[in-house]
């Protein structure tokens, strides 16, 4: 029997069966109170960019934003890529510049309890999925015990991740780190069985000690998926 994933967003917003959000583009209407307008609807909590043209095919991003819903949207620096020997734009919002909303969503990272879970949501949607890996080891490194918004932020900021998913009890929570906002979540009943603490990565195949680490208590992967939630 074909498996109905129903996504329910707190925003009000739906998606249709077995999708993931997506990115959104559309672009400046009106400009008033440190807020942007745009010709779209977009569900709130869905961070992106403003991009300006200079024409003569010149183009930049010039601040990165996040969706307050009913078609407004929030003004912030652009801080992502950030090097001493390139100057920062000081270019203002204007109307007409371009919004891309979700610019990173195809490239997600999922939290989860087991391997069994992991693949079967990451064999169920299409996306450049980070493998978790990359995530412990930053996770193990800065010494961390339980995820928070925070280090999920700096990761998926470092590493240009747009969602990341967090299996839940009964469901799988959609998170855009840079709002640091939940967009919804999906319905979906996975293997939750033996749960590694305090998410699946490969620990036992990474030679921690290279790196100076020792071992560490960590929350158990519930308590801490509840922790961010």
């Known amino acids: 029997m ?4 129903v996504i329910l967003f707190a925003s009000g917003y739906f998606l249709f069966a077995n999708t993931l959000p997506s990115s959104i583009s559309t672009s400046v209407s009106n400009i008033k109170e440190g807020q942007i307008h745009v010709t779209a609807n977009v569900p709130k909590g ?8 200079y024409g003569h095919g010149l183009s930049a991003i010039t601040h990165t934003t996040i969706s307050l819903g009913s078609g407004q949207a929030s003004i912030q620096e652009y801080t992502t890529m950030q090097h001493e020997n390139i100057p920062s734009i000081k ?6 510049d371009k919004v891309i909303f979700g610019n990173f969503y195809n490239n997600a990272l999922l939290i989860a309890p087991n391997q069994n879970s992991y693949n079967q ?3 169920s949607f299409h996306k450049n999925w980070i493998h978790p890996d990359a995530f412990a080891l930053d996770f193990m490194k800065n010494g961390e015990s339980s995820l928070s918004l925070e280090n999920l932020k700096t990761f998926s900021k470092l590493n240009q991740i747009g969602l990341i998913l967090l299996v839940d009890k009964n469901k799988v929570l959609i998170l855009d780190p840079m709002s640091k906002k939940f967009l919804g979540a999906l319905n979906m009943q996975t293997n939750q069985a033996n749960p590694i603490s305090p998410f699946y990565a490969r620990f036992n195949q990474m030679d921690v000690s290279t790196f100076g680490l020792s071992e560490k208590s960590y929350t158990p992967y519930f308590e801490s998926i509840a922790g961010v939630k």
């Open 2 to 5: 074909k498996k109905i994933l």
């Open 46 to 53: 869905m961070s992106g960019i403003i991009i300006h043209n």
């Open 91 to 96: 270019t203002a919002v204007t109307v007409g």
């Open 121 to 123: 949501i990451t064999k």
